[in-house]
């Protein structure tokens, strides 16, 4: 009988018991070159494993002395390019060729090896592994750590930095003068999946061409290699407090707001800001009064308590994870995080089917939460969908928005038949509104309340932009507008134009008017006092937006791979390229005059929504 077993069971000391057992006896042990290189780097790096392995070689070496096992060592001893990608299954590949030229039985007690072998038509042998954590040490890469060390960034070529502080006040320093080599790279990185593979509290949470996510203890760990990356890259992250309601201001009230029925909640804040750590604390509070918790996440980071269990992806996709959950049916489900259309549609559907959703959200303002969802699901259902928005900032509650649907005419707009549905964000201690959403001549908007915001960005500025699209779709030549007040504006166009604006018996302009809820003056620019003139000189080529170049309209083309923007005479600029006149981004122009955008981006995504509504693309001059 040929036995020839992996690095794993080697380290197990499984063999050499199974000798003592009887079961191996007078077997042909065949020990792969590839084991021993293993086994030999992770005893000069300081592993305990390394050294065990070693010990089990012995052993064998013993039993064979005494006649109990023949044992022969066979193959090569692996080159240092494939020992650097052991974690990508090259020296687990070439053990299992050797089992299969030797005619062997394959010994393991890696499950996934095991499940490889049979697939192969290996004879395989599983031996569960010992799951006694204490043969598992601490990692090389902990010693980099401290009690206010976050983060560790480890990259080919350049000293070791880390981000070190409290939260809300963290420093990306470096921490040692010696620069990291990549054969340093590639032992820690062989190690950490060594250990996440072996320990019953590690796995791994991604491995991919170029990356590879591990948990591990409190540690997410990400390894980059090229040529996805450009060098070799190791970041470990890890939580360094833990906190519960309790330690947060409006803790009563949240938790009064959370117990009293499930809750559309987001989190949100800068990175860094603390909105896992604040999660964290909602999640366990919750599980603790008697609700039932689950977690969406990617990778699974969160550090919460045994009874609630964490989920990641399912076969690569967060609605299958969704439709699962949505069969569990648990009270609220938290999700770290929420960043594209996808994560958005899923938090939604969740959502209103009746789950509790607890979102984590970037966000550099609280209301810059709420809007993300803008134009990603219907305005009307955003109060059903989120009720609560949390934000965080250097790790405590800044503000609370309570989110809720009014109908009634949108503050600054006079007519009664303006009346809509207006989404209310209101200062949760105070109940102040401080914004309002709403539609306004076909467009989603965001309306300040606070004296300091409305005047720039309120309905002031909204106004003049659609009453300049409204003239200008009629007017020839250029068009300025001046906003006085809330309600009345003064067009000013070419005296050729005067007609065309106006319309037959003042018709055109009174159905704009009615459309705004605006009074409209039409003058000729002739007519324009001399300081309107100087403020508007920008406008003269019939500008879009607030004082903005009105821009070129241009024509999206779509492909498998990109929407390009071709553009006329913007080679190497930076430019604004914007929906109907709002913001969508900033970009550089290409030498051939085109801007590409690779699909599936954020961004694209965007881009793809408003080319669906038939809004209007146009690039202007940054």
Request: aromatic share 6%; charged share 30%.
């Amino acid at each position: 009988m040929n036995v020839l077993p992996d690095t794993s069971v080697v380290i197990d000391g499984r063999i050499s018991e199974r000798v003592s057992d009887g079961e191996f006896e007078g077997a042909t042990v065949l020990i792969p070159e590839a084991v021993v290189a293993e086994l030999e780097g992770q005893a000069n790096r300081g592993q305990e494993s390394g050294w065990n392995g070693l010990s089990e070689l012995q052993r064998l070496a013993d039993l064979a002395d005494d006649g109990d096992v023949e044992l022969e060592y066979v193959g090569e001893r692996p080159e240092p390019e494939a020992a650097g990608r052991a974690h990508e299954g090259e020296i687990d590949a070439h053990i299992r060729e050797l089992a299969a030229d030797h005619d062997a039985t394959f010994v393991t007690s890696d499950s996934v090896q095991a499940e490889v072998a049979k697939a192969k038509g290996l004879d395989v042998e599983y031996i569960a592994p010992k799951t006694d954590d204490t043969e598992i040490g601490h990692l090389a890469i902990e010693e980099f750590f401290d009690d206010q060390t976050m983060s560790l960034h480890l990259r080919a070529g350049v000293a070791p930095m880390a981000k070190r502080g409290e939260i809300g006040e963290m420093h990306y320093q470096q921490i040692r003068d010696e620069v990291s080599t990549e054969e340093q790279l590639k032992e820690y990185a062989t190690e950490i999946i060594d250990s996440a593979k072996r320990s019953n509290e590690g796995f791994i949470e991604l491995s991919e061409d170029g990356m590879t996510i591990v948990q591990f203890r409190d540690y997410r760990i990400a390894v980059a290699e090229p040529p996805f990356a450009d060098a070799w890259e190791i970041t470990a992250v890890r939580p360094i407090v833990k906190t519960d309601m309790e330690d947060y201001e409006f803790a009563d009230e949240l938790k009064d707001r959370l117990l009293e029925h499930q809750r559309g909640v987001l989190i949100s804040g800068s990175p860094g800001a603390g909105k896992s750590t604040f999660a964290q604390a909602v999640g366990e509070f919750l599980a603790d009064n008697d609700f039932a918790v689950k977690t969406m996440e990617k990778p699974r980071d969160l550090q919460v308590g045994p009874e609630i269990t964490q989920y990641t992806e399912l076969s690569g996709e967060m609605e299958k994870t969704a439709d699962s959950l949505l069969m569990v049916r648990p009270d609220y489900t938290i999700y770290d995080e929420v960043r594209k259309t996808d994560d958005f549609e899923v938090f939604a559907d969740m959502r209103l089917a009746g789950v509790g959703m607890i979102g984590v959200v970037h966000a550099t303002r609280a209301i810059d939460a709420l809007q993300r969802l803008v134009g990603r699901v219907e305005l009307g259902m955003i109060p059903q969908i989120v009720d609560t928005v949390v934000y965080i900032e250097a790790g405590k509650v800044e503000k609370v928005y309570d989110v809720t649907t009014q109908v009634k005419v949108p503050e600054g707009l006079m007519e009664e038949d303006l009346a809509r549905p207006v989404i209310m964000i209101q200062d949760f201690e105070t109940g102040r509104p401080e914004y309002e959403i709403y539609t306004f001549n076909r467009q989603v908007v965001t309306v300040p309340l606070n004296e300091g915001e409305r005047e720039e960005s309120g309905v002031s500025k909204l106004a003049k932009q659609e009453i300049e699209r409204e003239i200008q779709s009629v007017a020839r030549g250029a068009v300025d507008v001046e906003v006085q007040g809330q309600n009345r504006a003064t067009v000013y166009v070419t005296e050729d134009d005067i007609s065309y604006v106006i319309g037959k018996g003042g018709g055109r302009i009174d159905d704009i008017e009615n459309r705004l809820g605006i009074d409209i003056d039409v003058r000729t620019h002739d007519e324009k006092p001399q300081s309107a003139s100087g403020a508007s000189g920008a406008n003269a080529g019939g500008a879009g937006g607030a004082g903005a170049t009105r821009g070129e309209v241009v024509t999206p083309e779509i492909t498998s791979r990109h929407i390009v923007l071709p553009t006329d005479g913007h080679a190497g600029e930076t430019v604004e390229v914007q929906a109907d006149g709002e913001y969508l981004f900033t970009a550089t122009v290409g030498r051939g005059g085109d801007i590409q955008v690779s699909r599936g981006s954020a961004i694209a995504e965007e881009l793809e929504r408003a080319i669906d509504r038939e809004q209007a693309i146009t690039v202007v001059g940054a």
